[in-house]
């Protein structure tokens, strides 16, 4: 079984905090995505990457940064937590080709005080 | 840059049939994909569609029509269990990458099933 880790449910943070998300996968896959889901809006891509240290800014990538070290995990940052960015954070990775889809994470929602 | 649209919501009753439809304008199409995501879980992937007509997956049947920029997923024999969201998401073709999987998302279409 395809599986893509979140290291946290729910985090509470103080606003101007330094967070980071961890997001671990076990399939070898090349793509990793952090994705925010906010009612009304759905998914939004914040950043992706292809490979180690390859990363890809999304449509919403304003006060985030991400960090792919290694294959399998991929770390989204945020520099100085803001009551905005409280939200649902979804981690996904797929194969770099072919006809196949991505596998999610089950979600860390993050609340910024 | 992409569009995608589809509906809110929708309700159905057990046992009947119901049509989501999904539109999109996007600049390098490689393909459409159906997620379910039931509240408080990971969406889970359904269905996958980059040539034309139908696919069939048991309950489930997706369709595409790339000149319409237009795909709909049909949920037949309703249960209570598929109460949840639907999402339908678009596959960029990207620069850098030939095969890149950039996947951007509609809003989701939050299906309620009543008895």
């Known amino acids: 079984d395809v599986k893509v880790t979140q290291s946290s449910r729910y985090l509470v943070k103080r606003t101007g905090e330094k967070v980071f998300l961890e997001c671990v996968q076990d399939?070898?896959?090349?793509?990793m995505f952090w994705y925010r889901q906010d009612p009304g809006l759905g998914l939004r891509l914040i950043y992706f990457?292809?490979?180690?240290?390859?990363?890809e800014k999304g449509d919403i990538p304003e006060g985030y940064s991400v960090s792919r070290e290694k294959k399998e995990r991929f770390s989204l940052i945020l520099e100085s937590a803001s009551t905005n960015q409280t939200s649902m954070y979804l981690c996904?990775?797929?194969?770099?080709?072919?006809?196949?889809?991505?596998?999610f994470g089950q979600g860390t929602r993050l609340t910024v005080v | 840059g992409q569009n995608i649209d589809q509906p809110t919501e929708m309700t159905a009753t057990e046992g009947a049939i119901v049509q989501i439809n999904c539109t999109y304008q996007t600049s390098g199409f490689n393909g459409l994909f159906w997620y379910q995501q039931h509240a408080g879980e990971a969406p889970t992937f359904l269905s996958y569609n980059v040539l034309d007509g139908l696919e069939e997956k048991g309950r489930f049947s997706s369709f595409l029509s790339r000149s319409k920029g237009y795909s709909y997923l049909l949920l037949k024999e309703l249960q209570m269990k598929d109460s949840a969201s639907y999402l339908c998401a678009v596959r960029d073709l990207w620069e850098i990458k030939a095969a890149g999987n950039k996947l951007t998302f509609g809003g989701g279409t939050r299906v309620l099933v009543k008895p």
């Open positions: 399939m070898d896959h090349e793509n």
């Open positions: 996904a990775s797929s194969f770099l080709s072919g006809n196949t889809e991505a596998f």
């Open positions: 990457s292809y490979d180690v240290k390859m990363k």
